[in-house]
Antibody, heavy 121, light 112 residues
Framework: EVQLLESGGGLVQPGGSLRLSCAASGFTLSSYAMTWVRQAPGKGLEWVST????????NYADSVKGRFTLSRDNSKKTLYLQMNSLRPEDTAVYHCAKDLTSLPSGAFDIWGQGTMVTVSS | QSVLTQPPSVSGAPGQRVTISCTGSSFNIGAGYDVHWYQQLPGTAPKLLMY???NRPSGVPDRFSGSKSGTSASLAITGLQAEDEADYYCQTYDISLNGFWVFGGGTKLTVL
């Protein structure tokens, strides 16, 4: 079964750091671009970051650029989102998602259930 | 405020047809980029409902259809069912300073 499982969320103070992980199973991770999407409580979806299948190319939303770093270890079938200098507005459920095709299409066909990040003092 | 505009809510009775619009600009939909749609049931992760403007992933009923014209896209649902009650999001690529992939603000579909 194709599956994504996020972990690493929790409560952190403003200015703190967290590292989210996304474990992939049932498909060859290196063949697909992967993306993080977040959803603040009661709000809509917000694209956060995308990484190419090889890991060479990454893109970030302006709201997280310079603070978040997306990486992948295809041998471990895991995606990582390092989040630094966290702000209250980063509070959200963070989902990792798989691209439908080997080329970044923006169509995310597999989503994890998400991990909650709460930034509060 | 999202670069893709969706109505906050739509509603319809069982069996009826509803459409959800997604209005963009020349920086995204109007530039020719594909539009994708997601359905999010309460308390669950989003599910890909439509990709490449009008293509349904395996398992999505043909009651759902998508279209695109100019700077807008639409999702149509015919034969509305109670299980269709959910939030729906459109998504595409944006070439402006606003970002890479962008989502619409979402539309809450209520089945009366």
């Amino acid at each position: 079964e194709v599956q994504l499982l996020e972990s690493g969320g929790g409560l952190v103070q403003p200015g703190g750091s967290l590292r989210l992980s996304c474990a992939a199973s049932g498909f060859t991770l290196s063949s697909y671009a992967m993306t993080w999407v977040r959803q603040a409580p009661g709000k809509g979806l917000e694209w956060v970051s995308t990484i190419s299948g090889s890991g060479v190319n990454t893109n970030y939303a302006d709201s997280v650029k310079g603070r978040f770093t997306l990486s992948r270890d295809n041998s471990k079938k895991t995606l990582y989102l390092q989040m630094n200098s966290l702000r209250p507005e980063d509070t959200a459920v963070y989902h990792c998602a798989k691209d439908l095709t080997s080329l970044p299409s923006g169509a995310f066909d597999i989503w994890g259930q998400g991990t909650m990040v709460t930034v509060s003092s | 405020q999202s670069v893709l505009t969706q109505p906050p809510s739509v509603s319809g009775a069982p069996g009826q047809r509803v459409t959800i619009s997604c209005t963009g600009s020349s920086f995204n939909i109007g530039a020719g980029y594909d539009v994708h749609w997601y359905q999010q049931l309460p308390g669950t992760a989003p599910k890909l409902l439509m990709y490449g403007n009008s293509n349904r992933p395996s398992g999505v009923p043909d009651r759902f259809s998508g279209s695109k014209s100019g700077t807008s896209a639409s999702l149509a649902i015919t034969g509305l069912q109670a299980e269709d009650e959910a939030d729906y999001y459109c998504q595409t690529y944006d070439i402006s300073l606003n970002g890479f992939w962008v989502f619409g603000g979402g539309t809450k579909l209520t089945v009366l």
